[in-house]
């Protein structure tokens, strides 16, 4: 419990905006909900929400430590009350969850709350999967990662075991990741790969695509097929060999395809006649294919996950998509 006396600048609020800027890490649902269990007591009496607090009033709040700590990226996760995610698959070590475009996937400088990492963390917390002050140097963490803009699969490792082993698996490439993308145009041949060397300009973070090796490029390899062709645009999947920054984006474009609605590598001419926020790009299958042991993830070899719905190839391709 912990208590506080009202003094003149805290006078004439009302309780609830009060509790909010003392208790920035308690959900607003939360603090509405413990106003009402009598949790915050003004003067060893519950209180209406919107109650004017008064010099000398004395509040007692009945509510875990954990939601006076300063607000920070590690501790984010206490201000989701209701975890929002897709789960495709779980069990005792990992999550398979579809990411929405538009989510980051980790805290950056413009937003540390609303994250994919922060809801699974959350997720984590409420279930009891996850108690971070018995734990003290393990956190729930991605494996991989998807643009801000791009949507999809993302493996979460809900134990220390299955982050090193799954880590290891992607660096060792015995995973498949499948991803669906439209881009203008048709491309020939219709099947192929993409093989170049990318290299990253940080401060602008944007990749610039070289047909032979450069200082400081890396090799980036993605297979194709065409799916369907339709009004000047083509549905493809693509594999990813390697997994560089940007890589599908950026090596399409340089073919002379670039993907619809992509602002970064793309044609503004062309993707003004298209209404998209975001690049038409998901990571919508994931295959186990493990060639070594993967010891307490090993009921994984062999299993794929897939997204059922992805919005632009039912918009684009509708035929398709209904096969």
């Not at 991989?144 to 949507?151: A, E, V």
Request: charged share 30%; with cysteine.
């Amino acid at each position: 419990m912990k208590e506080y006396l009202v003094g003149k600048n805290d006078a004439g609020q009302r309780l609830d905006r009060w509790l909010g800027k003392t208790v920035p890490l308690l959900p607003a649902p939360l603090a509405q909900k413990y106003i009402r269990l009598k949790r915050v007591k003004r003067n060893g009496k519950g209180a209406k929400r919107d109650v004017r607090l008064c010099v000398g009033d004395v509040l007692q709040l009945y509510i875990n430590d954990e939601f006076f700590e300063a607000p920070a990226p590690e501790n984010a996760f206490l201000s989701v009350f209701k975890p929002q995610l897709d789960i495709l698959y779980e069990d005792e070590h990992i999550l398979l969850v579809d990411k929405r475009p538009g989510l980051v996937v980790h805290p950056d400088e413009h937003e540390y709350v609303n994250t994919l990492i922060t809801h699974i963390q959350a997720y984590l917390y409420q279930k009891k999967e996850w108690d971070p002050r018995a734990e003290h140097a393990f956190t729930p963490a991605l494996c991989n990662r998807i643009d801000r803009n791009t949507g999809g699969i993302v493996i979460a490792a809900k134990t220390a075991e299955a982050l090193r082993i799954m880590n290891q698996k992607i660096k060792d490439r015995e995973l498949e990741k499948y991803y669906l993308c439209v881009v203008h145009g048709r491309m020939t041949p219709s099947n192929g790969r993409l093989e170049d060397f990318l290299s990253k300009d940080e401060a602008k973070n944007q990749v610039t695509v070289h047909r032979s090796p450069v200082p400081g490029g890396r090799t980036a390899v993605t297979l194709y097929r065409t799916l369907a062709v339709r009004n000047g645009l083509s549905l493809m999947e693509c594999e990813l060999i390697t997994g560089r920054t940007h890589q599908i984006r950026a090596q399409f474009a340089a073919a002379g395809h670039p993907l619809l609605g992509d602002g970064k590598y793309g044609k503004a001419r062309e993707n003004k006649k298209f209404d998209r926020k975001f690049q038409a790009l998901y990571s919508y299958k994931l295959t186990f294919s493990f060639s070594t042991d993967a010891g307490v993830l090993n009921h994984l070899n062999g299993r794929s996950w897939q997204v059922e719905h992805v919005d632009f190839a039912e918009e684009y391709f509708p035929e398709y998509t209904r096969k």
